[in-house]
T-cell receptor, first 113, second 114 residues
């Protein structure tokens, strides 16, 4: 079963606008990661935020984490057509595994020129 | 530094056959994980190998198996293929066995079972 649930499932915006995607998860985590996937290709790691962090920035990306609400958000500012992709949050699992990631269903982002 | 490579990139098999997929991790990475991605189930963890030992396994039937070699390269095998095994199979490598480290994904192998 999936740990994370992304919201919205799909998002369509114009270039230059900001895109916000949300992720909720069910169990305690050590860290949460965001990945991007372009059209059925491999996943590209975007950012990792640890459970003791509340906010993290990387270029045009801003990730927040609220462990009390078991939720995270990914903000892409000044979006570009090249940001069109699916975005997934992934949490580690306390089930005895170390590198096991539990992925959400993803948000499909379309950025129109 | 070369990224994670997976071969083959595309594969078409018929029901009942078996298939072997290969993954070469980034040089120096010792952990290799496998994931299955389908439109219906999304991304699901298959198993993880570290130092030639399976460290963790997802909820997949025994038809799915894997192994890791001394050079950290990994293979996964699916026997008695079913239509539902059609998926994108992704492999990821990581430096160590620690979820706080980034995982690097390969481009995937697209398996179609007819």
């Amino acid at each position: 079963s999936q740990q994370g649930e992304e919201d919205p499932q799909a998002l369509s915006i114009q270039e230059g606008e900001n895109a916000t995607m949300n992720c909720s998860y069910k169990t305690s985590i050590n860290n949460l990661q965001w990945y991007r996937q372009n059209s059925g290709r491999g996943l590209v790691h975007l950012i990792l935020i640890r459970s003791n962090e509340r906010e993290k920035h990387s270029g045009r990306l801003r990730v927040t984490l609220d462990t009390s609400k078991k939720s995270s958000s990914l903000l892409i500012t000044a979006s570009r057509a090249a940001d069109t992709a699916s975005y997934f949050c992934a949490t580690d699992a306390f089930s005895g595994g170390y590198n096991k990631l539990i992925f959400g269903a993803g948000t499909r982002l379309a950025v129109h020129p | 530094k070369a990224g994670v490579t997976q071969t083959p990139r595309y594969l078409i098999k018929t029901r009942g056959q078996q298939v072997t997929l290969s993954c070469s991790p980034i040089s120096g990475h010792r952990s290799v994980s496998w994931y299955q991605q389908t439109p219906g189930q999304g991304l699901q963890f298959l198993f993880e190998y570290f130092s030639e030992t399976q460290r963790n396994k997802g909820n997949f039937p025994g038809r799915f198996s894997g192994r890791q070699f001394s050079n950290s390269r990994s293979e996964m095998n699916v026997s008695t293929l079913e239509l539902g095994d059609s998926a994108l199979y992704l492999c990821a490598s990581s430096l160590v066995l620690d979820s706080s480290y980034e995982q690097y994904f390969g481009p995937g192998t697209r398996l179609t079972v007819t």
